[in-house]
Each structure stands twice: as structure tokens, then as C-alpha cells.
């Protein structure tokens, strides 16, 4: 296996959708795989040539816009996102190479054993977490996009073994017998690191992968904002680090990360971000779209969420004279409570021009 791609020109709307459906993934919260198809149609209505995704999450929007030919900048306030975006949307001629997975997937290169003492009985098998040890031991020595695909592909394969995807229980009890629950990490690794491999390739377009509070991003003027904030449902939450700590600690290995030692999941401290809660999230919102009023708007917001969709047409409005919402059909799940269900929503597109 070569070690470099190519470049080759951006992609048509056939081609975007087609390159996209290759994307490897990940279940997260808000994901908006379903909806690519309809956000490559307003993207390529709105033309432009830079485009920020403020909100990257699984990543898929962002490299979406990339096979447009856009300039991406992604943003998202959790590392391992970032990380996904350096190794899909930045990176445009890395892979790792047949033996490289091999080293990684093979004996450890020193006698490193945090997962293995933090996580005893927890998520895994001894060997899964053995390796996940000994997966680090050789990324540790890695550089670059080659670095951030090893790293993503190891945060995938760790979401993929886990059932629902997120680490806010430690029994069976959503254990369906499916492969990804079967197949060891280190199996799982190697077929995520080909899954990343395959989607890799030059745009010949500059983008940029960042970490950091939406409200922190330089006030430089994008063509087109893709913005997809954080939402709950009335009768859950919207806290990603509750669901998704352990991927988190695992981008990084849990380096700088103050694992809550008396909690049973040993999950990471909450982020305060204001999108979280009924009684700031409305100013949240009207201070993101003023924040990129000089720029076209494309906001992503479900039916079942908090505020209403016509709160959030009335803050769009108030910086955009034209205004258009569009709706789709989209089945979405909220989370991983007893009570917690798939259930079919209207998933609105705001468009400001």
C-alpha cells in the first residue's frame, strides 16, 4: 500500500455523494449522515470557495464540503473530533501503510499499562484493553496525519466494540450479539485504519482542523457557516462528555484529563458551554449568528429540540434579511436512557443568505 494519495479535482454532487457514503461511522449524538444529501444541494446552491463547519462533530459535514471544493475550517470543542477532522478533512496524502498497522496491532513497544490499571472491569476484555495500551506504546512514535489516523481509527474502533456507542453504562444490557461487539479491538482496528486509508485523498484545497469554544473563532469572513450547535430533547441532555468521555481520554491517552475516580464510568469533569442549557441557549445561539452574520448560514436544528424552530428563525432573521427553512424527514435517536427511543422528527435546514 502506497503511503501518498494523489490529487484530484473536487467532486460534483454525484461524486460528493458518493465519497461521502465511504465516511467512516461514527454513532454520535446529532450525526448528520442522513442529511449529507441535502446539505451538498444548499451547499452547491450557495457556491463560495471557504466554508467553516463550527460544530464538526463525527466529521462527515465537514468532509462533505471538502469533496465540494471548499476551504474547510472544522471546529469542535472536544479533541477526538478534531483528531478525526486532521485525519479526513486536513489531511490530503496520508495513510498508514500495510506494515505500520501491523505494528500497531502487534507486540507492544513498552510495558505502558494505564487503561489496563484505570479501566480494570470496565467496557472491555483484559486483552482489548491490553492492546489498547500497547496501540499507544506505537502511536506515541507516530507523527502527523499519520498520527491522527492511528488515533482515529482506534477512537472508532473503541466506539464501534462498545454497544450504542457511548460509555454511559458498564453492564450487557445493550449487548445485541452484533460483530462490532464481538470482534476484539485489535481486529477492529485494522479495519477502521483501511476505512480511514480509503476515504483520504487531495482536494488540492488548504483546510483546518481546530479545538476550541465557537465564540473563540477569529471573525474572519467565510463564504458559507455550517452550523450544527448542541440541542436536547425536553427529557435528556446534550453532554457529550457524559456519553463519550472515554474516547475523549483515549485521543489523548487521558494526558491532561482529570478522570473522576468516584464515578462509576470514570468519566471526565462536564464542559460548561451555554448551548447545554433552556436559560442560556437562545443567547447562545443569537450571539453564533451574529458572530457570522457576514457569511452565508446554514443551521441544522431538529424538530425535538430546545428552543422552537421558529426562536431560531426569529435570531436568524435578525441578521439576515433572506431567510429560508427547509424541512426533512429524519429519524433520530436521543439518549441511551430506558426511556430513550428512535423516533422520527422534522430535521429543519435555516438558511440565511
Known sequence: MSARVTAEPHLGLPGAAGRVGEYPRLRYMGSKYRLVPHLARVFAELGGQTALDAFSGSGVVSYLLKTLGYQVTCNDFLTFPS???AATVVNHDQVLTGAEIDAVCGPPADDRDFVQRTFAGLYFTAEDRAFLDSAWSHIDRMSGHKRDIAIAALVLAAARR????VFTFTDLRYDDGRRDLRLPLREHFRERAAEYNRVVFDSGQPCTALCGDVFALAPRPYDVVYLDPPYAPPRDDNCYIKRYHF???????????AIMENTRTKKLPKRYTPFSYKHTVTDALRRTLKQFQDSAIVLSYSSNAVPGAATIEALLREVKENVEVRLTDHTYSFGTHQAARRRAVAEYLFIGR
Open 83 to 85: 483528531v478525526i477532522a
Open 162 to 165: 462498545q454497544p450504542r456507542g
Open 247 to 257: 474516547l475523549e481520554g483515549l485521543s489523548v491517552y487521558w494526558r491532561g484529563q
